[in-house]
């Protein structure tokens, strides 16, 4: 069925260290992607997102990338901070309005940020 | 503003028994969704509302599971004879439909629920 993947389920870094944290996509008609931050015991918290028309989006300390040719999501990160630690998950929509909301979430990346 | 509520925020059940879980969306807020998390694992989508009328409801909502949303506000999900593997967080989300944005879907703390 259509899923959304990561590659890597874990990643340690150093504080202040740049992170990229990688997705694979299999769904082509996927119209909406969501980076999300977990913490533990807490719910999912939106990072930033993207539309399939663009390539690339801008927040603040993060950069969303996205390859449609090869199906690849990334999220980066930059200067991180041990506040950073989390899980992180990359989620979509597929096209079609009714259908907005319901996401379908890939497994997820540990990051852990070393002072 | 107080965000996605969600209660309990754990239970510990016998298997058999039933659970309910109840979450409260943020104001005005006409969508609202539940979803499953187990360990390890992201959230899978449960079911979700357009006010009070259920949409859509995944395959993995056995018979045994109910949802409901009387009054368009708050939220139920119902587990009749819970069995071990239903153990996992239960998330609610909520959003308006008129916006398509990724940040305007709001997530709860989650349910955490225990079968033993």
């Known amino acids: 069925g259509e899923s959304v993947g990561l590659h890597l389920p874990t990643l340690s870094v150093q504080e202040g260290d740049n992170s990229i944290i990688n997705c694979a996509y299999s769904n082509s008609a996927s119209d909406y992607f969501i980076w999300y931050k977990q913490e533990s015991g807490k719910g999912p918290q939106f990072i930033i997102d993207?539309?399939?028309?663009?390539d690339k989006r801008q927040g603040q300390r993060v950069t969303v990338l996205l390859n449609k040719t090869v199906k690849h999501l990334s999220l980066q990160i930059a200067a991180t901070q041990p506040g950073d630690s989390a899980v992180y998950f990359c989620a979509e929509i597929p096209a079609g309005g009714t259908s907005y909301g319901k996401l379908t979430f890939g497994q997820g990346t540990i990051l852990t940020v070393h002072p | 503003d107080t965000g996605v509520s969600q209660n309990p925020r754990h239970k510990i059940t016998k298997r058999g028994q039933n659970v309910t879980f109840r979450c409260d969306p943020i104001?005005?807020?006409?969508?609202l969704y539940w979803y499953r998390q187990t360990l390890g694992q992201g959230p899978e989508f449960l079911t979700y509302?357009?006010?009070?009328?259920?949409?859509?409801k995944s395959r993995l909502l056995s018979d045994r599971f109910s949802a409901e949303r009387p009054k368009g506000s708050f939220s139920t999900l119902e587990i009749q004879r819970t069995e071990q593997g239903d153990s996992a967080m239960y998330l609610c989300a909520s959003s308006l439909l008129a916006s398509f944005s990724g940040n305007t879907i709001y997530f709860g703390e989650g349910s955490w629920l225990t079968v033993v």
């Open positions: 509302f357009q006010n009070e009328a259920q949409l859509e």
């Open positions: 104001s005005e807020h006409n969508r």
């Open positions: 993207i539309r399939s028309n663009m």
